[in-house]
């Protein structure tokens, strides 16, 4: 049974049992506090998705301004050495790397690629449309 307040000097007190569970506020970590760092990588959040990113290469100029605006550095760019270099959709400058697809592992589906795309190469479609 929990004692109620003590007569005379205000005290609270709890439980034995429950005292002991709660930890002080000493011991609560902070909110939203990352403890050890480069964990994001072990929480996959692509299956959060509702919608998900589709390119197309024949309206795509590789601007890249899809990598630069993700907010989860889900765009992949392709490498210098592309073998598709030159080709439509492909950039043919040298040192200069292709939109290299999206990492859906990570994507969450919010679609800031596709809004920004200039060239409308990214179109958000319903994940369910996907058997993967």
């Not at 605006?69 to 598709?84: E, Q, T, W, Y």
């Not at 043919?92 to 589906?109: E, Q, R, S, T």
Request: aromatic share 8%.
């Amino acid at each position: 049974m929990v004692e109620h307040l003590k007569e005379g000097n205000g005290d609270h007190t709890h439980l034995k049992e429950h005292k002991q569970k709660l930890k002080t506020w000493k011991e609560i970590p902070i909110g939203g506090k990352i403890i050890e760092a480069g964990n994001s990588k072990e929480y996959k959040t692509g299956d959060w998705r509702t919608f998900r990113p589709v390119h197309n290469p024949e309206k795509c100029t590789n601007c890249m301004i899809c990598w630069m605006v993700c907010p989860d550095s889900c765009v992949k760019v392709g490498g210098v050495n592309d073998p598709n270099k030159g080709k439509k959709g492909v950039s043919d400058k040298p040192n200069l790397g292709n939109f290299g697809g999206f990492d859906l592992d990570y994507c969450k589906g919010c679609g800031i690629c596709a809004e920004e795309c200039p060239f409308k190469a990214i179109e958000m479609k319903e994940e369910k449309e996907f058997k993967d």
